[in-house]
Structure formats: C-alpha cells, structure tokens
C-alpha cells in the first residue's frame, strides 16, 4: 500500500542546510553534481529521494562511497551509518527532452524549465524532497543559451545564490533563449527590484499587463499586509508546456504563457482578469507558501487556502468587490461544491493520499480560502491584522501547519478556535436549512445545520457557521443592517420584535461555503433581487428565482413565467446597476448545477432535457426584452482604444449576453456585425460563439485563417467549437478536431482546449446517451497517461458525478472506468479512478 497519512509524520534524521548545483544542459544527457551540507538531528537513516536518475558518482566527504555503505533503488538512496555532519556529492544524468511529464526538468519550444512542486525535485537529483527540509542554495548553469536563470540574486552570469532557505518544491531553473520585457520596483524598505517578464522573441509586445499587475501586487501586499518583497530580482518566465496556471518559485515564477501573454487582438477581458489575479497569487506566494511554508504537503491548504484569499482580496480591491465576489462564488460552487458532493470529496487538510499532485482540488484551494474568509469575519478585520502580523513574526523560515496558523489568532484574540477548526478535518458541504415564523410582533429564524455523510466520513459534529443577515421590509427598505450570526450548534434561533413581516436577506456575502435551505417566497426574493443592500444577495435573489423556474421546465415541463421574465428584463435595463452585475444577473444556471440540483431534489438528471430548458428560457428571455436588446447594446458601446479595466469590462460582458439574446432571434444578424465590428478578442469571441451556436458553418474558417499562427487564440478556437456545438454533434466535433496536424495532446493547453471543453463546456455532449463522450474521454485519458499522469488523473474527474444519472448513463461510465482500472496505468490515475469506482 503506498498510502501516506498524515498521523505518520516525523522530521527527518539527517537534514540539510546548504545546496550547491552544478547543472550541464543537454536534451538528452543533462549532467546534475550536487553537494548537499548534512546534518545530523536524530537517529536514523538518511533516505534521499530520486526517480528516473541515472548515477554517475556518489562521494561522501570526498570519498567514494564504497557499496555496504548506501543502497540504491528506482525510488530511493539509503545512506547507512551516515556521520553527524557531511558533504554528500551526487552526479546524476537526465534526459529533459523525453520528459512529456512537465515534472522535473524538461523542454518546451526548445528552452529548459523546471516543475517541482509538488515532488519533481526528486527527478533533477537525490534529494530530501520534502518541504520540512530548508536550505540555501548555489546553483551554476552551464548551456550555450543567452538566458540562465535560477532563484535568488545573480551573482555572476549563470550562476545564482538563493539567501532564503527553501524546499526543494520552490528550486526552479530556466534556460533559453529569451527576451526581457522589463521594469523597477522600490519596496517601502528601499531595496530596489528588477521586475522581468521573460518571454519567446515576439511575444515581448504581450507583456505589459503582466508586469503593471506584479506592481500592483508588490504595492498591495505591502499596504494591506505589511510585507515587502526580499531580493534584487523578480522574474517570470512564460513557458507554452505547462501543466496548471503558474509556480510560485522563489524569485523566479514560472507561468503558463496563457497567463502572462496579452494584447487587446489575442487576449480577453476574462484572460486579462486571470493573468492579474494569478500574478497577484504566485507573488503572495512569497510571504504565504516561501517564507513560511508547509511542514508536509497535507497542510497544502496552509500556503493555497491562505494565498487564494488574498489574491481574491487584491482582485476584490482592484476591480469591484460585488462582481468579485459573485464570481468566487460561482466557480466555488461549481467546482468545490460538485467536489464535495461527490466520491472524491475530502476534507480541505486531507488525511491520507496515494499521490499529492491528486490534492491540487477546488477543496484545499478554494474551499481553503472560504475557510480564510470567514475566521476573518469571526476574529473581524483587526483581530485577523493582529493574527497574521503574529503569523509572520513567529513563524519566519518555518515549515508549519494549521495548528501553527490557528494558534496565531488564537493568541492574538483570546478567542478558542478549536470548534472552528473542524472545517479543516469534516469534508462535505454543510446544508444550513432556515425556518421563519412570524407571530405577535416577534420574527423567528431557526438555522440548522446538518454536515453530510462523505466517502471515509461520518457522524459528523456541528461546525462554526459564521451567517450574515440582515432585515428589509416589504417594499424593500432596510430594517435591520447586516450582522452576523454564529451557528455553533445542530440548531440556532435569530430573533427580532418588528412589527410587520420582515423580508430575511440570509447569508449575505456568501458568509460560509454551505447550501442554504431557504423556503422563501417568489415575492420576498424579487424583494431581494431590486433591494437588497447586500449585491451578492441580489444576484443571489435572482439565481433562487432562475433556478426554481428552470428546475420546474424539466421537471414538470412547465413555461417560464411572465412575472420572472418582466423581473429579469427590467434588471436588464436597470441603469442604476453595473453592467457587469447585470451580466452576471442575466446568466442562467449551468447545466451542470441543474443536474445536480435535480439529483439532490430526488429527480434523475436528463442532460438533453436540461438543456433544452435553458435553451427554452434564453429564448423566452430574448423575447421579452426583444424590442429594447438594440437600444441596450448601443448604451454598451466603449469609446475609445481597448482597455482591460473593469468598467469597460464590464460593458463587453453585458453587450456579449444581450448579443448571445438577439442571436436567439434574429439567427445570427447582429453577431455577424459584431464579429465584423470587433477591435479586440473580447467583443470577437463573443460574436464568434454566438456564431457557432447558431450553426453558421463559414466563422470557423474565417477565424482560422486570421489566427491559425498564434497558439494561445487557436485553443480559444478549438474549445469554443466543442462548448458551442449541438449536443449531439458535440463528440464528433471533438474527434475531427483531435486528428487535425496543429493538436498536439501534448501541450496541456491545447489538449484541454479540445478534451477538457467537451467534458466541463458541452455537458449535454459529454453525457450523451450512447456512451461516446465517455468512450472520447477513457481513449484519451489512457493515451494521456502514458505521457502526462497528472494531466490524466485531473481531466478524469470529469467521470465523478457519475451516480447522478440514470441507471443506462451509470452502466456505460462505470464499464469505462473499469476499462481503465483494468490496464496498466499511473498511480496518479489509479487513486483517482479508485476513488471514483468506491
Ligand atoms: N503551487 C502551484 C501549484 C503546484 C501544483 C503541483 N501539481 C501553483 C499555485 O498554487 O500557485
Ligand atoms: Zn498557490
């Protein structure tokens, strides 16, 4: 059994201190000596990590080291009667170019990069690959290339001191030949940083946004947490072969070059958006995961949950707060939720895995931060100031856990958190129900709460649910402003003497990760919807008020109403409102939230029938608003050159839903206009898929012709023909698209631009009936396997709603999962289709 659990920690008997690196690039025989200062601290053997390493020598002080004295396997160097204090020399050979993993040392577009978080250090030479083992490092890279980075400061060309003791997950090397689009920063400690972007020759005019984000970053966190950034240099490096969004090594981030590169012409506002917040969270890496990091890698979410919270509060600061917010939520429950509800929930400190790369999840990331949020609504702004100024002054240069983090606001507040931290340990999303009772002038809200059953948990004991609410009444005045509630127990009463019958706005903020029950009346909630004060529950309002009429379209084929449709349509012109709530207002539920809203309310999931209830209700939507949707687009219209800030943002996004209406209606009329029109990639994809749903065989090849030389624009095409085709054709579109010359399964972006849209983006075309989707997806899954095991075990959690469906859906999945389990796959795949079997 190769499980690890979390209860068998224990430090390491011989550390090190000190790393020094000699690394001689070449594809196929990169030559790796390193010198490792060890110390002894306990009793025991030195186990060195490495995998797929070939050993060159082996010297203990200088000596070699004669074979009685270390036993080597694929996995491991043992080192027997190992002194108290000694240098130990390795020489490994690697082959970067054969390494489609994207883990270790590789190759992309002909430069050398680096991924080691979580356990890919181990695959550049023997090591303790673990993150409770810190040290120093000197790193000199040899290579007939122009650019040879590596973290810390540079001392002289190639070669490179890092001052900051670190893990190996944070070693990072990148060589190249590259160009620098650059800048300066001046930390509010004086020291003098230069900012780099490092990038492919060409793409240099792509960076700007980029480096005025890490600006704003470094001048963020300094003014709302205190922290200052601690070397000369800061640089990124955009890499076009990357397994997720970006690494937060130290000094020198490595991206995906979807998240670095942008121009008006081949970047959207959504892309520009990403790229601020995820140069925002690799660089609070720095304090949050570098500085302090994890003691092991079940306390990921310590760095993750923490780093995610605050690049959400960066973006929350830098555009608007509500649209945020409301967007945090969505991909929360869409992602996290659907996690949690399923056989691959686990709690957000997991305690126990087969391969840690599986635990990169929704739970520990975004669930992690939610967890973040509400200890600061419980401890409130000061209180949680005072807790992590603690954090950082205790815990400098440590690998700590949760309890480490929780006792610094413990400490800092007096206030007992050891309920609270049950939400680290208790997977499931907690179903908080709301009963209201109004009689003899005193309102009454009873919550309860119930944490669910989840795979290896039961019995589960009530948590701290921090729930904010406040009062209107009738006609949507306020009559009690927000406060906050703690649910401690199985059951919590709020009361209030009023004299007419209040309209209760619960959970305002979203104020805990939980699924609220709330029987509330179609009047209170269009109350709510033109009211409330608390703009995530006005959208929320609205999302009840959708939900409910689309849920019944399925259920009990009935037509959307007119009171909802007359509600929607005057928020559509409501302009007092930001168009970018708007948007979000007008947006239907996804079809994957309709399935598993059914599935709970007891009713088998029909993916066709459920889209064609969405289809159905945008239609009836468009109808409504028919004769304003020219005059409201025209309102829409930015002046001026492109600019990605928020409010013109959010002016695109509201044009992009109305356009998508009059698609509906007028078969592609105005979309055709659009796309001609269009300045910028935002307002052209939004045409463009517009286009493709109404079937317009020619915009595919038009934009072909006009993109097919920029990589990051021809993923957005080759998604976008998946997500927005029929159902039905949605497989064979996929298929085509995989045999073209120009997809490369190989490059993450690209093969989740065919594969992954077709799983999360065409969810009626994945689930259909004949089972092809399912058959599309194993093929690949276990084509990819063989190549990238991390990719593999991420894209089949497509497969883990599984027992939603209909008896017929659950049959052709399961035969598919048990196709996999029965050939020769990767740990990483193996874990994950376990778990998903039961
Ligand atoms: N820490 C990295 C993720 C590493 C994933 C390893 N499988 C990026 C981030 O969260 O910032
Ligand atoms: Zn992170």
Not at 224 to 248: C, H, K, P, Q
Not at 490 to 515: C, D, K, N, Y
Not at 660 to 671: N, S, Y
Not at 801 to 806: F, L, S
């Amino acid at each position: 059994d190769e499980t690890v659990y979390l209860k068998d920690y224990a430090p390491v008997p011989v550390t090190v201190t000190h790393v020094d690196l000699h690394v001689r690039l070449d594809p196929r025989a990169t030559e790796v000596s390193a010198r490792l200062t060890c110390k002894r601290q306990g009793p025991g053997e030195m186990v060195l990590n490495g995998e797929q390493l070939e050993m060159v020598a082996l010297r203990l002080d200088g000596k070699d080291l004669p074979a009685d004295r270390y036993t080597l396997t694929d996995k491991t160097l043992t080192l027997h009667d190992a002194p108290d204090a000694f240098l130990l020399e390795t020489v490994a050979r690697i082959s970067p170019e054969t390494n489609k993993a994207l883990e270790g040392l590789y190759m992309s577009n002909g430069m050398y990069c680096t991924q080691c978080e979580a356990e890919g250090f181990r695959r550049i030479t023997w090591m303790l690959d673990r993150p409770d083992v810190m040290a120093t490092y000197d790193v000199e890279i040899e290579a007939d290339l122009p650019v040879l980075l590596s973290n810390g400061d540079e001392v002289a060309p190639g070669k490179w001191h890092d001052p900051w003791p670190k893990p190996t997950y944070l070693f990072a090397l990148v060589a190249g030949n590259l160009v620098a689009a650059s800048d300066r920063f001046t930390t509010m400690e004086g020291r003098e940083v230069a900012l780099n972007v490092w990038v492919r020759p060409g793409d240099e005019g792509r960076t700007g946004y980029a480096l005025d984000a890490l600006k704003r970053s470094m001048a963020w966190d300094e003014q709302v947490y205190g922290r200052a950034y601690d070397l000369s240099v800061f640089n990124i490096v955009a890499v076009d072969d990357f397994n997720m969004g970006a690494m937060e090594n130290k000094g020198l981030n490595v991206f995906n070059s979807k998240y670095v590169l942008a121009s008006p012409e081949t970047a959207t506002d959504t892309d520009y958006a990403l790229i601020e917040g995820i140069v925002a969270h690799e660089y609070f890496h720095n304090w949050t995961g570098n500085r302090i990091t994890c003691r092991d890698w079940f306390q990921l979410c310590l760095k993750e949950g923490l780093t995610v919270f605050r690049d959400q509060q960066f973006s929350a600061d830098m555009r608007s707060a509500a649209v945020q917010r409301i967007g945090d939520v969505l991909q929360l429950r869409a992602r996290q939720f659907r996690e949690d509800a399923g056989p691959l929930a686990h709690p957000v400190r997991p305690e126990s895995f087969v391969e840690i790369n599986n635990f990169y999840t929704a739970t520990v990331y975004e669930k992690g931060a939610e967890v973040i949020g509400m200890l600061r609504r419980l401890v409130g702004p000061d209180g949680y100031q005072a807790g992590c100024d603690l954090y950082f002054e205790r815990h400098d240069g440590q690998a700590c856990t949760i309890e480490d983090w929780l006792k610094c606001f413990e400490d800092a507040t007096g206030r007992d958190l050891s309920q609270f931290a049950l939400w680290y340990s208790q997977a499931g999303t907690p179903r908080v129900t709301v009963e209201e009772s109004w009689e003899d002038g005193v309102w009454r809200a009873t919550l309860r709460q119930v944490v669910p059953d989840t795979p290896g948990q039961t019995d589960k004991i009530p948590m701290t649910i921090p729930v904010a609410w406040g009062l209107l009444d009738a006609d949507g005045a306020e009559l009690r402003p927000t406060e906050v509630f703690e649910l401690s127990e199985a059951e919590g009463v709020i009361e209030v003497e009023t004299a007419s019958r209040p309209v209760l706005s619960v959970l305002r903020g979203f104020s805990a990760p939980v699924i609220l029950e709330h029987d509330q009346s179609d009047a209170d909630r269009l109350v709510l919807l033109a009211h409330d004060t608390d703009p995530f529950n006005r959208w929320e309002a609205g999302r009840a008020l959708a939900k409910a009429r689309l849920v019944a379209m399925v259920a009990e084929g009935t037509a959307p109403d007119a009171p909802w449709l007359e509600a929607i349509a005057k928020l559509a012109r409501d302009e007092t409102a930001d168009p970018a709530f708007r948007a979000l207002a007008l947006a239907l539920p996804s079809e994957d939230d309709l399935a598993q809203t059914l599935h709970v309310g007891g009713i088998v999931p029909d993916p066709d029938a459920i889209h064609a209830a969405r289809e159905a209700a945008g239609l009836a939507i468009a109808q409504a608003l028919a004769s304003d949707l020219g005059e409201l687009r025209r309102a829409m219209r930015v002046t001026g050159p492109y600019d990605a800030n928020a409010e013109d943002a959010g002016k695109r996004a509201l044009d992009a839903v109305l356009l998508r209406l009059a698609t509906r209606l007028d078969g592609g009329d105005a979309a055709r206009a659009a796309y001609g029109a269009a300045d910028n990639m935002t307002d052209r994809m939004a045409a463009f898929t517009c286009l493709l749903e109404a079937g317009d065989p020619s915009v595919a090849k038009a934009f072909e012709e006009d993109w097919k030389h920029d990589r990051l624009v021809m993923d957005k095409w080759f998604a976008a023909q998946v997500m927005h085709s029929a159902p039905d054709r949605a497989v064979g579109i996929a298929t085509g698209l995989t045999r073209r010359d120009d997809f490369d399964a190989a490059n993450p972006n690209r093969f989740r631009s065919v594969i992954g849209a077709l799983t999360a983006g065409n969810p009626a075309g994945f689930h259909q009936k004949d089972g092809s989707g399912y058959r599309f997806l194993a093929d690949w899954l276990l084509k990819m396997d063989a190549m990238n095991p991390q990719m593999a075990a991420r894209m089949s959690t497509a497969f883990d709603t599984w027992r939603r469906y209909d008896a017929d859906r659950q049959d052709l999945i399961r035969a598919q999962l048990d196709r996999i389990a029965g050939e020769s796959i990767s740990r990483d795949l193996a874990e994950m289709v376990g778990r998903m079997r039961g």
